[in-house]
């Protein structure tokens, strides 16, 4: 993260440099990027953004003189490729699994200062004196995670790496990896070659969105009391349902079907099927 915009219309933009070296966060990695994957990802964010989904951005990208060593389809042929760096912008970077990563070593007072922080930046209608912040915090990100989930699908896009660093708080598409967009229908699409056992799969996008809420949900409840706690499951049960009539909103609107019919959700698997079939 290289430091925040403002742009002439008063849009707060985050920007971050990915593939430019190593940071404290970076593991075992080189922290580098190829030119092949920043494209991709510049030409999809771009692309996401126009088809109307909540995404970051790409602002430009820069080809490295430096080699970069990769696995490309991880069967142990490393092959030099050509490094490039993507400047990359997002109201914010802030994951799931930047909350989760502070309950997990016990840094509760940093975690409340992180996840206010978070809310009076990028969640203007929540109240900073409201007792129930927390918990509005949360209903919001799950509705908003089931809207995100339900629009990927209504394109056939998969991001496929979808774990708790990938999913972010203000529910935008981030960190486009191994991602891929189905040609035809097919619910065990899987575009990223190292998910031997589909875990990331297109029709598994809803489930693990549901398993990476529930982390969520475990990262906060050490800052929640037991009524609390009690709400925020029922909200978390609610995502299924949020999530159905989300994707059956965007499913009516390209059939073209007005208003409520009870067979309209058995309309659309029925062409899902036929589509399967095809």
């Excluded at 900073?128 to 918990?135: F, I, Q």
């Excluded at 189905?182 to 996008?205: A, C, L």
């Excluded at 009516?252 to 029925?270: H, M, Q, W």
Aim: hydrophobic share 40%; with cysteine.
């Amino acid at each position: 993260l290289i430091g925040v915009y403002t742009n002439r219309h008063g849009e707060r933009w985050e920007l971050q440099l990915k593939g430019s070296g190593k940071t404290p966060y970076s593991r075992n990695g080189d922290g580098r990027a190829v030119l092949r994957s920043s494209v991709r990802e510049f030409l999809c964010s771009e692309a996401m953004h126009y088809l109307g989904i909540p995404t970051s951005r790409a602002a430009s990208l820069v080809v490295s003189d430096d080699d970069v060593w990769r696995d490309q389809f991880y069967n142990g042929n490393i092959n030099k490729e050509r490094g490039a760096i993507v400047l990359r912008l997002a109201k914010s970077w802030f994951r799931i699994g930047s909350l989760e990563i502070l309950a997990h070593s016990g840094e509760l007072d940093l975690q409340r200062r992180l996840l206010d922080f978070i809310i009076q930046e990028h969640f203007p209608s929540i109240a900073m004196n409201d007792s129930n912040r927390y918990l509005e915090f949360f209903s919001t990100v799950v509705s908003e995670t089931a809207n995100l989930i339900a629009l990927w699908m209504s394109v056939g896009f998969a991001h496929g790496v979808c774990n708790t660093d990938n999913f972010s708080l203000l529910s935008v598409t981030i960190d486009y990896g191994p991602f891929g967009f189905m040609d035809s229908y097919d619910p065990n699409f899987v575009p990223n070659t190292s998910d031997d056992e589909r875990r990331y799969k297109i029709g598994n996008q809803a489930n693990v969105g549901l398993f990476n809420l529930s982390k969520l949900l475990q990262a906060l409840k050490p800052l929640l009391d037991p009524r609390q706690k009690q709400l925020a499951s029922q909200i978390l049960e609610g995502y299924g349902e949020r999530y159905y009539i989300r994707f059956t909103e965007l499913f009516k609107t390209k059939l073209g079907l007005l208003g409520e019919n009870e067979y309209d959700s058995y309309l659309i698997a029925f062409l899902l099927k036929v589509s399967l079939l095809c």
